[in-house]
């Protein structure tokens, strides 16, 4: 009997200190397309966060406590996107790297300050997501208004006398970078010769594309995602159409030229510059290769977002989001992008879109 009670004295000793120890843990989240047509963005922003969180929690965590990664899926659909929100803050969840599609971060970006959550979105780039005055909402990309402008004057000074097409999803991030693209190159003198919308999803774009080849378009600008601008391109080569592409950062992914295949060569887009060629992201980068990971597009921005809470969550002194928001707001950042820093509204204050170019062998490189 002795023996019973003294096993069960200490089973229920471990059970308190494994509660005790689960405690001490932060949980933390990242939110996007982990699974739909935009998985390979979830994919990138997951494989960010993982290795934050093992490289944070390695040296000591934040405030002496392990983090805990929550992933969850949005599929960037916006009432997904808005549920996941609403679950992460019901959780008490203090922080989240999310969500990739502009039209998921603004809808979710209510529930998080709604809920007590502090965001920071790798990839989201539409304006609207820091211009309302939340307290919450910071990135660690660019803005659409950037990115457009880039666009927009690199087309007004190549294509100046030629026939420019503008072509846009209907999405937020899709429109939104096509009317920042059309008013920069126009604001440069240069008129669009075709401007037209389509549906993200489709895959038949033979009569959008004739109507471009009866005007004899040179250039086409895409607001919209990968796996529409490389069928867009394909169809283009099928009508015998050496029409230049050019679109956003949603090409960023190699799964781009797994659509177009050799078409994909020239193909243009706007992005940061490459990440993974800057001296603070060297040992980082190394240490992806070592797993087995190429991490282009967004993945070290995923990285950064999680180095930037957990260095301004120790400077507070607390993980409470307002207060490390604060903190973010007024601070600089050591990142495996460089260092960052913040304007009031939440966007960085160092702009460095420029023009990539796919190549034959499918992988992409800066102008």
Not at 2 to 13: D, M
Not at 151 to 173: C, H, M, R
Not at 305 to 314: D, E, G, L, R
Request: charged content about 25%; overall charge neutral.
């Amino acid at each position: 009997m002795k023996k019973l009670i003294g096993s069960s004295l200490v089973l229920a000793a471990g059970l308190l200190f494994a509660s005790v120890a689960v405690a001490q843990d932060v949980s933390v989240a990242v939110a996007g397309p982990m699974t739909g047509r935009e998985a390979v963005f979830g994919r990138q922003m997951k494989d960010g966060a993982e290795l934050a969180i093992d490289d944070i929690n390695a040296a000591g965590g934040v405030l002496g406590k392990k983090l805990k990664l929550q992933v969850s899926d949005d599929q960037c659909d916006p009432k997904q996107a808005r549920s996941v929100a609403e679950q992460i803050a019901s959780a008490k969840i203090p922080f989240v790297a999310g969500h990739y599609c502009s039209s998921s971060s603004i809808p979710a970006s209510e529930a998080y300050a709604e809920g007590g959550v502090l965001q920071i979105t790798p990839a989201s780039t539409n304006p609207t997501f820091t211009e309302r005055g939340l307290w919450n909402t910071f990135r660690v990309c660019g803005r659409d208004d950037q990115q457009g402008a880039v666009a927009g004057e690199y087309l007004a000074k190549t294509f100046a006398s030629k026939n420019i097409a503008i072509l846009n999803d209907k999405t937020t991030y899709g429109k939104g970078l096509a009317d920042e693209t059309k008013k920069a190159m126009n604001k440069a003198g240069v008129q669009e010769k075709v401007f037209e919308s389509y549906n993200k999803g489709e895959s038949d774009f033979n009569a959008l594309v004739s109507k471009m080849k009866a005007a004899n378009i040179d250039a086409v600008f895409v607001g919209g995602y990968h796996q529409e601008a490389g069928l867009i391109l394909r169809q283009m080569r099928d009508q015998g159409m050496k029409t230049v592409l050019m679109a956003g950062d949603a090409l960023a992914d190699k799964e781009f030229a797994a659509i177009t295949g050799a078409a994909g060569e020239g193909t243009l887009m706007t992005f940061g510059s490459d990440p993974r060629k800057r001296p603070t992201a060297a040992a980082i980068v190394d240490r992806f290769k070592a797993k087995g990971i190429d991490p282009e597009g967004y993945t070290l921005y995923s990285y950064a977002a999680f180095q930037i809470w957990a260095q301004a969550a120790t400077q507070a002194g607390t993980t409470d989001p307002k207060k490390v928001a604060e903190v973010i707001r007024a601070g600089n950042w050591s990142t495996v992008l460089g260092p960052i820093s913040y304007d009031k509204k939440g966007d960085i204050t160092t702009l460095d879109y420029v023009i990539y170019v796919w190549k034959k062998d499918g992988t992409y490189s800066e102008m």
